[in-house]
DNA sequence: CCCATATTGATTGCGCGCAATTGAATTTCG
DNA sequence: CGAAATTCAATTGCGCGCAATCAATATGGG
């Protein structure tokens, strides 16, 4: 029985569905593919956030960690990275660079070792007041309401957790 | 005069109309940005193309490049660059690698000496017929409708090419 | 209590992305 | 024609992302 209700047992047989291009015997074309929408979109939103983030001292993925810390201070690696889908690969230079910055503290916990706590330091707390108009300041960029970028944001988000739950069962052979 | 109809020269005054969060005092939170659901969306795309790439030998980038080059063949690094918005710092080493795995070939230009024309090998040209089968498995883990994808993706590259025209006004003092 | 197992963060290696610079070839214009 | 400006690809340096591996700590079963 598959994972999910998506998944696809005659790959072959139900393609047509997602066939997004009008030529069936050629490869796939750029210009049809979500996938690329989403990748230069989100290196769009890079590019943009990269002048508003630097007089702030932050890169994006910076920014983002210090989002979930003005959000609830004092979280371990883990508990950051599963909010922002990052491992500890990505974070620990990433958290050593904020504490070298001096916006963060990183201290092992003391009821389990294993463990390391980041919390904000005063100067990180601080920052979030300029960061408040950095978000506007894109919604402006990109001119969409309210209710169409709430919009937008759901349906990514339904989209990239069904990819993350059916990741572990797509291209797989079906037993 | 701005450039942008969507520029903002007050931007505390119609701030209100992008603020997709309830308090208005505290910091802007994850799960209400857009940038957010962007950024993980793209990289649960690249975790989710990666196994069904991996044994055609490619990563998500080079595949876009191999992608650019089936809709048409023998192109200029810049061409390919202007088409997925990357320069020649991202695009000379991967280019270089898709010419070690032996899908491209690179050669200067006997017109203008300048440039370098990448084009298939019988290699590349074959994969195309392996790599048809990549974004409908990858459809089919979205579950997404056809129309519903490519309503997302129009919503997605409007969004971004606003952002890039937006890109150099957004953060500069409104003289 | 002791050992097998699991969890947590750090480390290494590789491939992007991009800013900044360089060098060569070409175009522009005086 | 020839100097200056422009264009194109390559290079360098830095910061992610992620797979794979490792060491230290915690936990649970015998």
Redesign the pocket.
Known sequence: MPLLPYTCPTNAGRAERFQHRTDMNSAPKLSDQLCFAA?SFA??L??AY?PLLEPLGL????YLVMLVLWEADGQ????I?SRL?????????????LEATGYVS?QRGS??????IVALTDAGRALSEKATRVPLDLGCAMGAGREEIADLRDRLVALRDRLADAGCSVGEPET
Chains 1, 2 share one sequence.
């Open positions: 990748y290196h769009a890079n590019r990269r890169t994006y993925p910076q371990t690696v883990k508990e990275g889908r990052l491992d500890s690969g990505t974070l620990t230079p990433l958290l050593k660079r990183r009821r389990d070792e294993r463990q390391v």
